[in-house]
T-cell receptor, first 113, second 116 residues
């Protein structure tokens, strides 16, 4: 079946630190991969996506590269800000059939000033 | 509306009560999804509608869960005889194209259900 495994949280960093949140997946075929973010009191928002191997998704200083050989899609940011504090979800979506998303368990990130 | 709207935002139900959760998707969106998010977990798929047709209900956990979208816009998720394990956030999402193909899926803020 399809599944996503994320680095367990919570993760606490100081402002301007480097961030990595690991994500690996298991899927049949070649899924599209996503990172969603949930800020306090808000709904899930798409942060970035990649639809094929070696694609790099990027947004708001965050990046993730679709690595087929390691079935990974790690989220990185070079210098985090307090406003990045949120819960981050890695997800996959098959390219055939129903377009439902399969999510990881989420990683809570807290950035201290 | 500007985004996916869900109501009520918060619901406390006594065990055994029936509840109904409403989703108003972005106007014109063909695809509508329901997800269940337990505390500390990622969302899990419940069901999918393409217009008024429920094409996938493989994620509904039991026959106590029922969803409808009779006119292809607003959707209602109904839970009968609620149990404590039903306590979760119920997320609705919509997308412009069938099956959500090629488009961003937009999520509502969720309905928080607590069963006591």
């Amino acid at each position: 079946g399809n599944s996503v495994t994320q680095m367990e949280g919570p993760v606490t960093l100081s402002e301007e630190a480097f961030l990595t949140i690991n994500c690996t997946y298991t899927a049949t075929g070649y899924p599209s991969l996503f990172w969603y973010v949930q800020y306090p009191g808000e709904g899930l928002q798409l942060l970035l996506k990649a639809t094929k191997a070696d694609d790099k998704g990027s947004n708001k200083g965050f990046e993730a590269t679709y690595r087929k050989e390691t079935t990974s899609f790690h989220l990185e940011k070079g210098s985090v800000q307090v406003s990045d504090s949120a819960v981050y979800f890695c997800a996959l979506r098959r390219i055939q059939g129903a377009q439902k998303l399969v999510f990881g368990q989420g990683t809570r990130l807290t950035i201290n000033p | 509306g500007a985004g996916v709207s869900q109501s009520p935002r918060y619901k406390v139900a006594k065990r055994g009560q029936d509840v109904a959760l409403r989703c108003d998707p972005i106007s014109g969106h063909v695809s509508l999804f329901w997800y269940q998010q337990a505390l500390g977990q990622g969302p899990e798929f419940l069901t999918y509608f393409q217009n008024e047709a429920q094409l996938d209900k493989s994620g509904l956990p039991s026959d106590r869960f029922f969803a409808e979208r009779p006119e292809g816009s607003v959707s209602t998720l109904k839970i009968q005889r609620t149990q404590q394990e039903d306590s979760a956030v119920y997320l609705c999402a919509s997308s412009p194209n069938p099956q959500g193909w090629g488009n961003t899926i937009y999520f509502g803020e969720g309905s928080w259900l607590t069963v006591v």
